[in-house]
Every structure is written in structure tokens, then in C-alpha cells.
């Protein structure tokens, strides 16, 4: 079985090199590409993993989840340590 025909079936939701064999409707014959299978099934799982942890992450929120508000016109006009004393 090719790379193409593996990926193919990782792709529909096979998961081990048996289930890539029923998905084409095939048997092992020498089983030489069972290893590299499991490589590729474990490889595809995880790439899966990380693609849905990235997708689960919620975008980047403001500090304190509060939205940002714009500063006011005369804020230079506020000596700092007026503003650090409230």
C-alpha cells in the first residue's frame, strides 16, 4: 500500500494500519508496511491533537477579559503619581 492510499484513509478516520486495510478493502501480504503505517497513524493523530487544542483555544482576550477603553483626550494632562495616589 502507497503513502497516497494511507493518508487517504487516516484522512476518513482510520486509525491502525488494519482499519487503512479495511478501508480499501484489502489484506496484508507480507506486512513490510505495517510499521511505517503505525509511524503514519501515530503521526496523524497527533498532528489531529494538536490541530484541535489550536482550535479550542480561544483568541487572545484583553487583560482581565475586559475590553479595552479608549484612553481619555486629557489623560497626558494627569501628572502620574496623581493617578498611582488613588
Known amino acids: 500500500m502507497n503513502d497516497k492510499k494511507v493518508k487517504a484513509a487516516l484522512d476518513q478516520g482510520a486509525t491502525t494500519p488494519a482499519s487503512v486495510f479495511r478501508h480499501h478493502n484489502c489484506q496484508v501480504q507480507c506486512g513490510k508496511c505495517v510499521p511505517t503505517m503505525r ?3 501515530s ?3 497527533a498532528v489531529m491533537a494538536q490541530q484541535a487544542a489550536i482550535a479550542a483555544t480561544p483568541a487572545a ?3 482581565c477579559g475586559t475590553p479595552t ?4 483626550a486629557n489623560a497626558e ?8 495616589a488613588e
Not at 477603553?69 to 481619555?72: G, H, I, L
Not at 494632562?77 to 498611582?84: D, K, S, T
Request: hydrophobic residues 50%.
Open 61 to 63: 482576550a484583553p487583560c
Open 77 to 84: 494632562a494627569i501628572p502620574a503619581y496623581a493617578v498611582a
Open 43 to 45: 503521526e496523524h493523530r
Open 69 to 72: 477603553m479608549p484612553e481619555p
Open 39 to 41: 509511524s503514519m497513524a
